[in-house]
């Protein structure tokens, strides 16, 4: 464990649906005086099974979609973090499996049109 | 590699690095002699913000070049040279990402009608890039450029989710859609079928936008309080802005109404804007129009009001950010692109 703590940054974007919503969440929490440090803190150590005291109050407001939001992008940014400072390489074997396309909620067909409209725009240049 | 979404609007520039990180600046270069440099960064390693050396030429950028005096914008494919657009293109990298990285991918913006330009657009940015802002020094290459229609930049931020999918939930998706991109100089079309297919025949630019909405304000407002502006310079352009969205202009302690010279010249631009409506062949021939671009945040309000018989939905929800939406968009439509072919590749 680094003696000094450890230091992170990161920046919720509201065009982003999920991320939106969390920044709704962590500013009521920040109104109730709690701070994005406690907020962050407590998230972990719910997620590994603790239950730290701002849960206790019977706030339902840090749902399993607000604490999915912010340990993604916690761990996005870590992981990040870690390769810039060269602990872990960016290697094909290490790159995330694309999302399949069998995804029924996709419309396939439209994005495959919207990739020829830019081809052929392409072709005009 | 970080990529870099670039929007070199007429009057400002918007860049993304397709994460979090975003800005604008005002489309401003000011070429400075060596003298004048010396001036700005004086004993200091680096010059302070707004500032650039390229290559042993030297400018100001964005709001500090308006210090100085700024010689007429090239036009067409005279804005697309390294020595103006790839400096433009190496002072938002230096906003964007520090100068620790080697390789940048560039995506960048233009209207329906530059696409003529695109070859310029590349030959103008790729390749190897060393220059100095208040950042430090940057040794980095433009690896690959790729160019995107800006009105459709906005058309795939409504459509397309962060990680670029299209889902079937999408209430648009078998929409014919209109898009509207209102700018500083130009709003631009580009009409959609339904099912994604583009209508190439609809892509075009029109002159008008915001910035002519500021000169009629600006007009309108000196001459109305002739007095309190007697003698005043420049107004700041974000003044201007600020005054057009309040209703007032804050001067100094004092409130200066000005809501009915606001709405007047908002309904310039929103006629204007009516008349591309229906040189694109009118409401009938649409489902939904999509605003995209910094303009529309003007006339998204009454141009609803003037034209109830058809849905406009903003590209961009929250109205702040709706400059970014073309560039937003592009950044989601390359993120679908890299699946299909990620896909396609096995």
């Known amino acids: 464990m680094a003696k000094e703590g450890i230091s992170r940054s990161f920046r919720l974007h509201p065009s982003d649906d999920k991320e939106r919503q969390a920044i709704e969440i962590i500013e009521a929490w920040e109104e109730k005086g709690y701070s994005i440090r406690d907020i962050i803190t407590s998230a972990i150590l719910r997620s590994a099974g603790f239950e730290p005291d701002m849960f206790k109050t019977g706030n339902e407001r840090l749902t399993p979609a607000l604490l999915e939001a912010i340990l993604t992008d916690f761990g996005k940014e870590l992981i990040q973090t870690i390769r810039e400072n060269g602990g872990v390489p960016s290697t094909p074997q290490n790159k995330p499996k694309p999302a399949p396309f069998d995804d029924e909620d996709e419309d396939l067909e439209a994005m495959r049109n919207l990739v020829k409209g830019h081809s052929a725009r392409s072709a005009k240049k | ?136 020094e940057y040794n980095l290459s433009v690896k690959t450029v790729e160019t995107f229609d800006e009105p459709l930049g906005g058309f795939h931020h409504t459509m397309l989710t962060k990680e670029g999918k299209l889902l079937k939930t999408n209430p648009y998706r078998k929409s014919t859609v209109l898009v509207l991109d209102v700018g500083g100089y130009t709003c631009d079309v580009a009409a959609v079928d339904p099912g994604g297919k ?54 100094g302690n004092m409130k200066l109404e000005c809501a009915d010279i606001a709405r007047s010249a908002i309904a310039t631009l929103t006629n204007d804007v009516m008349d591309v409506i229906k040189a694109a062949g009118g409401v009938g021939n649409f489902d939904v129009i999509f605003l995209t671009g910094g303009g529309s945040a003007l006339i998204a309000n009454p141009i609803r009001e003037a034209v109830p018989t058809i849905d406009f939905v903003l590209a961009e929800q929250n109205i702040d950010l709706l400059r970014y939406a073309n560039v937003f968009g592009g950044a989601k439509f390359f993120t679908m692109m890299k699946r299909l072919e990620e896909m396609k590749n096995g």
Do not use: C
């Open chain 2, 1 to 136: 590699m970080p990529d870099l979404y670039f929007d070199f609007g007429n009057a400002d520039w918007k860049f993304f690095d397709g994460e979090n990180s975003y800005g604008h600046e005002r489309h401003a270069i000011a070429p400075l002699t060596e003298s004048q440099w010396r001036n700005v960064v004086q004993r200091a390693k680096q010059p302070p913000e707004g500032y650039i050396a390229v290559e042993g030429r030297y400018f100001a950028m964005g709001e500090k070049a308006r210090r100085y005096v700024l010689k007429e914008k090239p036009r067409g494919a005279d804005r697309y040279t390294q020595e103006y657009y790839g400096v433009a293109m190496a002072y938002v990298i230096s906003q964007l990402f520090d100068n620790n990285h080697r390789v940048i991918n560039l995506y960048a913006s233009h209207a329906p009608r530059d696409i003529a330009y695109a070859d310029d657009i590349r030959n103008a940015a790729m390749g190897r890039w060393r220059f100095v802002t208040h950042k430090g």
């Open chain 2, 198 to 251: 583009i209508d190439e025949g609809s892509l075009r630019s029109t002159v008008t936008g915001a910035i002519g909405v500021y000169e009629i304000f600006e007009n309108e407002l000196r001459d109305r309080y002739r007095e309190e502006f007697k003698g005043m310079g420049d107004i700041a352009p974000n003044r201007l802005e600020e005054a057009i969205q309040r209703g007032y202009y804050a001067f």
